[in-house]
């Protein structure tokens, strides 16, 4: 098919097309004629993929271009695909913010993920955005310990327990899209769940509401 | 304070605090003399609010200003003011991608968000965001329903309850500032697990691996 077709298909304008062409997301078509190039399904597959890892993933250029090439390298184990696209999806979380107060948090972070077992490389960017986070808490005025994130660990454990266990591991590009979107499906299910809880207590549903009018 | 007592205070640079103060994310200090103004702590505990909402919370300029007048709004409900940051959070994200499969996936998404009985307004984005999801997962190949988001609702409510019935209220910076470190939080978790269930999985531990080296 022409690039238009593949536009016509994709609902991806020429333009952007031609745009990820020039950045290497997409692999060049089998070219036909001057200025003219033939693509197939697997163009139109992948330019779904990165379309889909760019608007509802959020990912940068730079990112979705490291995701794609670890989708491309043959032999790459799952394991080593999944750590590709961690690192694509912390790469605009600051590793840093040059405050005192990260030191001490990233080794409670650190002493809260030995306390889990965690197999996390000391490199994980998990680690040091967790301290970040953690910091940023206390600095806003919060005494929490790195505790507080237990919850969390939990429930994100049963998770992937439950993704790593049920899902087929399919080709790298099914699993790239599945790891990616079931995060923002994840995200998308927390602020939905705050926003019936917070109903449910506005309205006087449930006992958080009645307990804290009790207090102090 | 000084502007640069501020941006030592708080690590931030002077430019950076400028450009602030010009997008009107932070309140102007009490003008001194000509072009110099007095701040004082609520600045700079506002300072660093802005700066966690833009560096870890990745909002954009805009949303943070609408956070920022929510928190200023005398009298708004926390549920409110929660509303207010779940939208600015979700204003990155694509309401549609101009795609036939968005609609039949929108009500897919309804009848699973009535199955949960969760109070979420019918135009709350995050019904529009899952249903991108869900249609993007079919279009690369997944032939999964709505259901397949269940584990993360469950998920996702039972760490609701948690944060509202066990945090206080505390003052609307507070209210803004673990709403949205703690989703960071989250999401550093499961891609932490991940890490974690993998790595188990590869050294052949757990009941995942060796069941699917038994199928097909």
């Given at each position: 098919?022409?690039?238009?077709?593949?536009?016509?298909?994709?609902?991806?304008?020429?333009?952007?097309?031609?745009?990820?062409?020039?950045?290497?997301?997409?692999?060049?078509?089998k070219p036909t004629a001057r200025n003219q190039a033939e693509y197939d399904d697997t163009h139109l597959s992948r330019l779904r993929l990165v379309r889909t890892?760019?608007?509802?993933?959020?990912?940068?250029?730079?990112?979705?271009?490291?995701v794609m090439t670890a989708v491309d390298t043959k032999g790459l184990s799952v394991q080593g695909l999944c750590q590709v696209v961690n690192r694509a999806l912390f790469a605009d979380q600051p590793t840093a913010t040059g405050d005192d107060a990260i030191e001490p948090a990233r080794m409670r972070v650190d002493d809260f993920i030995d306390s889990l077992d965690w197999l996390v490389a000391p490199d994980s960017p998990g680690r040091s955005t967790l301290a970040n986070v953690l910091a940023a808490l206390r600095r806003l005025g919060s005494n929490c310990d790195a505790d507080?994130?237990?919850?969390?660990?939990?429930?994100?454990?049963?998770?992937?327990?439950?993704?790593?266990?049920?899902?087929?591991?399919?080709?790298?590009?099914?699993?790239?899209?599945?790891?990616?979107?079931l995060e923002v499906a994840l995200v998308c299910m927390r602020r939905m769940a705050h926003e019936h809880h917070l109903a449910l207590r506005s309205a006087g549903v449930i006992a958080g509401n009645s307990t804290r009018q009790g207090d102090t």
């Open positions: 098919m022409r690039v238009s077709d593949l536009s016509r298909k994709s609902g991806v304008s020429v333009a952007t097309i031609k745009f990820y062409l020039r950045e290497r997301l997409l692999p060049t078509g890892l760019i608007t509802l993933g959020q990912l940068r250029l730079s990112s979705v271009r490291e507080i994130f237990a919850p969390y660990a939990a429930a994100a454990e049963e998770l992937a327990v439950h993704e790593i266990v049920s899902t087929p591991d399919g080709p790298p590009e099914t699993v790239v899209a599945t790891t990616i979107l």
